[in-house]
């Protein structure tokens, strides 16, 4: 039956009854008695506290949904904010009402809408949650507001009344600068959430780091980008160095130190494209609008170093002026195509790998305009275009005045500036807390090789995106952190950082409160991967920690274990241990040639491989086996005749061309060995190079 009305409490002894929307609701229990939120490193929230900025939500629409299953969907905003929620809720009879269903789950990230997608939706319905999400700012207290909200309109939209003995446990979970979010969550409130899964996780050191130091490693390496892939593929010597100078090997050692998985440069381009720091250029030299020129012209910064990298930094400089000749838009006025005419030639622009970051003043003799716009220019083609994510923070006014014989000065002084942006970022002695990656750019004294900016803009940011939190590790709930092994924006020894923060705050009940999740094979991006020959989709990984988070919360069922790892010299995550020992979630494959020598194979001959493939004890079963012979990630599936914890799969394969090939087999195992379902699936993959004479 549709529902017409909805209960709104506006105490906790009176219910009103609304036909229409929108319905307003305090958060307080009596105006009389409200509580503010107090200060601490940020508002400190509690379930009854009252949050001045959020203090009246208002609902203003109510529906069934039929996709991606039955929901009932009610959404809203808070008075006076821009702020908007929407809970997507389990209809009453699909809910059997007991307390292991009454749950939710909440995504947040700080740039997000509040529509939840599909695969979010019916992940919270297939796990007996209903789902929460809120319009992206910074911090955590619009997602607090909207969890406490939730509960009152859950209890009501169940019957629950006043039973005071079904609780509604809430989760919250966040990648990235979510994670920045969600561990502000965690430290800076009590009773609001029972638990979190930081995704990727970032902390108050990371924010401009890895987005600079990929396209430093871009800069200087990219005349080795081959080299560097085959070194680190399947059968390669694992020794990106050898064919490097003195001056390439020392940047790859100093972002390797950093952080950067040296096994991510099997995908040389995708690890240090610039569109990152191209986003981002604008709030950092906003931030430190002096820095740019300080990279150019100060002593100590590599803009002005007599070295062969600084060199090579003045030779990749643009700084050019060329004439509009056609303008092609798209819809919304966008330039999409800016075809330029006379552009003079310069050896700068064979240093530009990917087109992106540039700078477009616009001049004109009857036009006087000030601003600058982002945007890409493709010296081959001589075209500029404006459709491109870095664009997003143009001036779209200024659009109107590029017009054919108007005049483009073209810089990518900027974002060149901005390649080495961590090395200026070094924390004081006084705020280091044991930041392993970034010893590497101190002397040994502990002060830093290289002039550090007045604002350390890392840390400023990570706190505004936290919340004001710190990092301290002292957590008021549950923690599943899913950490990648070749994530190059969330370097990996990021969550071991904040792991030992837990471990020193929490002490011995730091293991009944965290686990950590490495993960091999998964980057930073969730969802398909476009290099499926190297990387698999690690969407399934978390929400299994969410499932295995509310089993922890609500049942005491203890989560998979902490993944055994070791830290190297170099600051790589390495995972040690037999299947048994290695902890974490993901499955483990092991692919063998059974003829000998894979570097001595003859075309035509028939090859034989054998794949075991194995899932931690009590985390699943192998439910998916698929096959790519030609490692170029098109996978065939092969009949997996009964879901089991362990597999061995014998296949045959004949190559009649010469050449090298990897051979690449993904499982995927699955809790209850649900070969149908698409949510929380985990894979991993086993490859191995063939080489054929």
Same mark, same amino acid.
């Given at each position: 039956m549709?529902?017409?009305?909805i209960?709104?409490?506006?105490d906790?002894t009176?219910?009103?009854?609304?036909?229409?929307?929108?319905?307003?609701?305090?958060?307080?229990q009596?105006?009389?008695?409200?509580?503010?939120?107090?200060?601490q490193?940020?508002?400190?929230?509690?379930?009854?506290?009252?949050?001045?900025?959020y203090?009246?939500?208002?609902?203003?629409?109510?529906?069934?949904e039929?996709?991606?299953?039955?929901?009932?969907?009610?959404?809203?905003?808070?008075?006076?904010?821009?702020?908007?929620?929407?809970?997507?809720?389990?209809?009453?009879?699909?809910?059997?009402?007991?307390?292991?269903?009454?749950?939710?789950?909440?995504?947040?990230?700080?740039?997000?809408?509040?529509?939840?997608?599909?695969?979010?939706i019916?992940?919270?319905?297939?796990?007996?949650?209903?789902?929460?999400?809120v319009?992206?700012?910074?911090?955590?207290?619009?997602?607090?507001?909207?969890?406490k909200?939730s509960?009152?309109?859950?209890a009501?939209?169940?019957?629950?009344?006043?039973?005071?003995?079904i609780?509604?446990?809430?989760?919250?979970?966040?990648?990235?600068?979510?994670?920045?979010?969600?561990?502000?969550?965690?430290e800076?409130?009590?009773?609001?959430?029972?638990g +979190?899964?930081?995704? $990727? &996780? =970032?902390?108050?050191?990371s /924010?401009?780091?890895?987005?600079?130091?990929r %396209?430093? !490693?871009?800069?200087?390496?990219q005349?080795?980008?081959?080299?560097?892939?085959?070194?680190?593929?399947?059968?390669g010597?694992?020794?990106?160095?050898?064919?490097?100078?003195?001056?390439?090997?020392?940047?790859?050692?100093e972002?390797?130190?950093?952080?950067?998985?040296?096994?991510?440069?099997?995908?040389?381009?995708?690890?240090?494209?610039?569109?990152p720091?191209?986003?981002?250029?604008a709030?950092?030299?906003?931030?430190?609008?002096?820095?740019?020129q300080?990279?150019?012209t100060?002593?100590?910064?590599?803009?002005?170093e007599?070295?062969?990298?600084?060199?090579?930094?003045?030779? +990749?400089?643009?700084? $050019? &002026? =060329?004439?509009?000749?056609k /303008?092609?838009?798209?819809?919304?006025?966008? %330039?999409? !195509?800016?075809t330029?005419?006379?552009?003079?030639?310069?050896?700068?622009?064979?240093?530009?790998?990917?087109?992106?970051?540039?700078?477009?003043?616009?001049?004109?003799?009857?036009?006087?305009?000030?601003?600058?716009?982002?945007?890409?220019?493709?010296?081959?083609?001589?075209?500029?275009?404006?459709?491109?994510?870095?664009?997003?923070?143009?001036?779209?006014?200024?659009?109107?005045?590029?017009?054919p014989n108007?005049t483009?000065h073209?810089?990518?002084?900027?974002?060149?500036?901005?390649?080495?942006?961590?090395?200026?970022?070094?924390?004081?002695?006084?705020?280091?807390?044991g930041y392993?990656?970034?010893?590497?750019?101190?002397?040994?004294?502990?002060?830093?090789?290289?002039?550090?900016?007045?604002?350390?803009?890392?840390?400023?940011?990570?706190k505004?995106?936290?919340?004001g939190?710190?990092?301290s590790?002292?957590?008021?709930?549950?923690?599943?952190?899913v950490?990648?092994?070749?994530?190059?924006?969330?370097?990996p020894?990021?969550?071991?950082?904040?792991?030992?923060?837990?471990?020193n705050?929490?002490?011995?009940?730091?293991?009944d409160n965290?686990?950590?999740?490495?993960?091999?094979?998964?980057?930073h991006?969730?969802?398909?991967?476009?290099?499926e020959?190297?990387?698999?989709?690690?969407t399934?990984?978390?929400?299994?920690?969410?499932?295995?988070?509310?089993?922890?919360?609500?049942?005491?069922?203890?989560?998979?274990?902490?993944?055994?790892y070791?830290?190297?010299?170099?600051n790589?995550?390495?995972t040690?241990?037999?299947?048994?020992?290695?902890?974490?979630?993901?499955?483990?494959v092991c692919?063998?040639?059974?003829?000998?020598?894979?570097?001595k194979?003859?075309?035509?001959?028939?090859?034989?491989?054998t794949?075991?493939?194995?899932?931690?004890?009590?985390?699943?079963?192998?439910?998916?086996f698929?096959?790519?012979?030609?490692?170029?990630?098109?996978?065939?599936?092969?009949?997996?005749?009964?879901p089991?914890?362990a597999i061995?799969?014998?296949?045959?394969?004949?190559?009649?061309?010469?050449?090298?090939?990897?051979?690449?087999?993904?499982?995927?195992?699955?809790?209850e060995g649900?070969t149908e379902?698409?949510?929380?699936?985990v894979?991993n993959l086993?490859?191995?190079?063939i080489?054929?004479?």
């Amino acid at each position: 039956m549709p529902i017409e009305y909805i209960y709104i409490a506006l105490d906790l002894t009176t219910l009103s009854l609304f036909r229409k929307p929108p319905f307003n609701h305090h958060l307080s229990q009596n105006a009389s008695e409200a509580v503010l939120c107090g200060p601490q490193d940020g508002l400190h929230v509690t379930a009854d506290c009252i949050d001045p900025d959020y203090y009246t939500p208002i609902i203003d629409s109510q529906n069934y949904e039929p996709k991606p299953l039955p929901h009932y969907k009610i959404g809203g905003h808070f008075e006076n904010t821009s702020i908007r929620f929407n809970f997507y809720f389990p209809p009453k009879n699909l809910s059997s009402g007991t307390k292991g269903d009454g749950r939710f789950f909440q995504f947040a990230y700080p740039t997000q809408d509040e529509t939840a997608t599909e695969d979010t939706i019916g992940f919270g319905l297939d796990s007996g949650a209903y789902i929460i999400q809120v319009t992206g700012t910074q911090g955590y207290r619009a997602e607090a507001a909207s969890a406490k909200f939730s509960r009152k309109v859950a209890a009501q939209y169940y019957d629950l009344g006043n039973d005071t003995e079904i609780r509604i446990y809430g989760y919250i979970y966040g990648a990235s600068g979510g994670s920045l979010q969600t561990i502000g969550a965690l430290e800076n409130t009590i009773g609001v959430w029972d638990g +979190a899964v930081p995704i $990727v &996780q =970032a902390i108050p050191v990371s /924010v401009g780091t890895s987005h600079t130091l990929r %396209p430093m !490693a871009g800069l200087v390496l990219q005349n080795k980008s081959r080299e560097n892939q085959e070194a680190m593929r399947p059968g390669g010597s694992g020794n990106p160095y050898a064919s490097l100078t003195g001056a390439q090997e020392e940047i790859l050692r100093e972002v390797v130190q950093l952080g950067l998985p040296v096994g991510a440069l099997e995908d040389f381009y995708y690890v240090v494209n610039r569109i990152p720091p191209a986003q981002l250029r604008a709030s950092f030299v906003g931030v430190d609008p002096s820095y740019v020129q300080d990279f150019w012209t100060k002593e100590g910064y590599l803009g002005s170093e007599e070295s062969a990298i600084g060199e090579l930094f003045r030779s +990749a400089l643009v700084d $050019v &002026q =060329a004439k509009v000749l056609k /303008v092609d838009r798209n819809g919304q006025n966008v %330039p999409v !195509a800016v075809t330029l005419a006379d552009v003079p030639t310069s050896s700068a622009f064979d240093l530009n790998w990917d087109t992106i970051g540039y700078l477009f003043n616009i001049s004109s003799t009857t036009v006087t305009t000030s601003g600058v716009l982002s945007g890409r220019f493709n010296f081959t083609s001589n075209i500029a275009r404006f459709d491109v994510p870095e664009s997003q923070l143009n001036n779209v006014s200024l659009y109107d005045y590029i017009q054919p014989n108007v005049t483009l000065h073209i810089s990518n002084r900027e974002i060149l500036a901005l390649h080495s942006w961590y090395r200026y970022q070094v924390p004081s002695i006084s705020d280091d807390r044991g930041y392993i990656g970034i010893d590497h750019l101190r002397a040994p004294n502990g002060s830093s090789k290289y002039p550090t900016r007045l604002l350390n803009t890392a840390k400023i940011f990570a706190k505004s995106s936290a919340g004001g939190a710190n990092h301290s590790g002292l957590i008021n709930a549950k923690v599943i952190v899913v950490q990648n092994l070749l994530d190059h924006d969330a370097l990996p020894w990021w969550a071991h950082w904040y792991r030992l923060q837990i471990e020193n705050s929490l002490g011995e009940g730091a293991k009944d409160n965290y686990r950590l999740w490495y993960n091999s094979h998964t980057a930073h991006e969730y969802g398909q991967p476009k290099n499926e020959a190297l990387l698999v989709d690690y969407t399934g990984i978390y929400q299994q920690a969410l499932r295995d988070l509310s089993a922890w919360v609500e049942h005491g069922i203890s989560p998979a274990s902490t993944t055994n790892y070791t830290l190297t010299s170099s600051n790589a995550i390495v995972t040690r241990g037999n299947i048994t020992q290695r902890g974490g979630i993901q499955p483990v494959v092991c692919l063998k040639f059974l003829q000998g020598d894979a570097s001595k194979v003859l075309a035509g001959e028939v090859l034989l491989f054998t794949a075991t493939a194995e899932a931690p004890p009590g985390t699943g079963k192998i439910v998916s086996f698929e096959c790519d012979l030609y490692g170029n990630g098109n996978f065939t599936k092969r009949t997996v005749a009964q879901p089991t914890v362990a597999i061995t799969e014998r296949f045959e394969v004949a190559y009649n061309d010469p050449g090298d090939y990897v051979v690449i087999v993904r499982v995927t195992s699955q809790r209850e060995g649900n070969t149908e379902t698409r949510f929380a699936r985990v894979s991993n993959l086993g490859r191995i190079k063939i080489s054929i004479r």
